[in-house]
Nanobody
């Protein structure tokens, strides 16, 4: 049973920083791409950042220079360091991972339960 668990959300003032973490637990899989998405109240879920197994990163333009995604392939974790936070960054942030089953080679997409980030003005 694969499970993704996020941590690190909370309340922060505008201009502050937070670090989100996600750990992928389970067995018999390889993690390909990992990503962070977010969903503000009343809005669709949107892409924030992604990182490949080799470490290549992509960001939504509005996050470039403020957010940094990283991962530890040995620990099956990914982090999102968020600096210069703005009230419009308030959302539930979700961890995402693309897994490949070692036995069958099947690909599957997995999500965490989300962690709330609230930025006050």
């Amino acid at each position: 049973q694969v499970q993704l668990v996020e941590s690190g959300g909370g309340l922060v003032q505008a201009g502050g920083s937070l670090r989100l973490s996600c750990v992928v637990s389970g067995s018999n899989f390889v993690i390909n791409d990992m990503a962070w998405y977010r969903q503000a109240s009343g809005k669709p879920r949107e892409f924030v950042a992604s990182i490949s197994k080799s470490g290549s990163t992509n960001y939504l333009d509005s996050m470039k220079g403020r957010f940094t995604i990283s991962r530890d392939n040995d620990k099956n974790t990914e982090d999102l360091k968020m600096n210069s936070l703005k009230p419009e960054d308030t959302a539930v942030y979700y961890c995402n991972a693309e897994l490949v089953d070692k036995s069958w080679g099947a690909w599957s997409d997995h999500w965490g339960q989300g962690t709330q980030v609230t930025v006050s003005s």
